[in-house]
């Protein structure tokens, strides 16, 4: 039991491979931010992701939502 909770832990701290979905090397992607999205894009960058909360950090997962629908719908 002690081995398959390891290979269960790795594969939850492993970073995922989207290698498979044959992403172009370069994409041009254009989303529209409401004021708040765009302040938690500054608020991520100058501060790191992992300092935000609550409704900012809700704001950036929008962000990531829009930009992931636009690279892979």
Partial sequence: MGQHMHN???LLITE???SHLGLPDDFKATVVLSKSEQGAVFAAYDRGVGTLSGERLDDLNRV???LKDEIWP
């Fill in 16 to 18: 995922p491979d989207y």
């Fill in 8 to 10: 269960i832990t790795d």
């Fill in 64 to 66: 990531l939502s829009k």
